[in-house]
């Protein structure tokens, strides 16, 4: 395991936490201000993702979907939601955005244009419908999720 916790950057801060250990996320993310991004590369089994998620989700501020250089530069917001997926011709984003009107409010699945412009609904969570992140077929003509 590498430990990066000696870095240091005013943009950067690094936490090393067992992600299977519940207590020790919850004392973590105590510490932790609102944050724009959270990056858990630690751990492939789902139980671990599952915990960080659980503790770190509250402390990632509300917001958007963004269109971001590479390079950092041109920070755009063109929607709100998680979980955006880019079609293959680039004119078009999936995403999720959580419903309303059901007792654990499922996120739905939503198109819009790649400028957020034409948003639509395409399975709402009325029907106790819980979408996952969202991946475009090759073609672009259909979406799983």
């Known amino acids: 395991m590498s430990d ?6 005013e943009k950067f801060e690094f936490h090393q936490v067992d992600c299977g250990d519940q207590k020790r996320l919850a004392e973590v993310a105590t510490l932790l201000p609102e ?6 590369d630690g751990s492939h089994a789902s139980f ?9 989700w509250p402390r990632l501020k509300s ?11 041109g920070k755009q ?20 955005r959580s419903g309303t009107g059901t007792p654990f409010n499922y996120p739905g699945l939503w ?17 106790d419908l819980a979408a996952r992140e969202p991946a475009w077929a090759p073609s672009g003509e259909r979406i799983l999720f």
């Open 63 to 73: 917001g958007g979907i963004f269109i971001i250089g590479a390079d950092g530069s």
């Open 77 to 96: 917001r063109i929607g709100t939601g998680f979980a955006p997926a880019v079609s293959p011709d680039g004119d078009s984003v999936a995403f999720l």
């Open 48 to 56: 671990h993702q599952q915990l960080t998620f659980v503790e770190l």
């Open 111 to 127: 198109v819009m244009d790649i400028d957020g412009e034409n948003v639509t609904p395409v399975a709402t969570s009325d029907n």
């Open 4 to 9: 990066f916790s000696a870095f240091q950057n």
């Open 35 to 40: 944050m724009d991004v959270i990056l858990d």
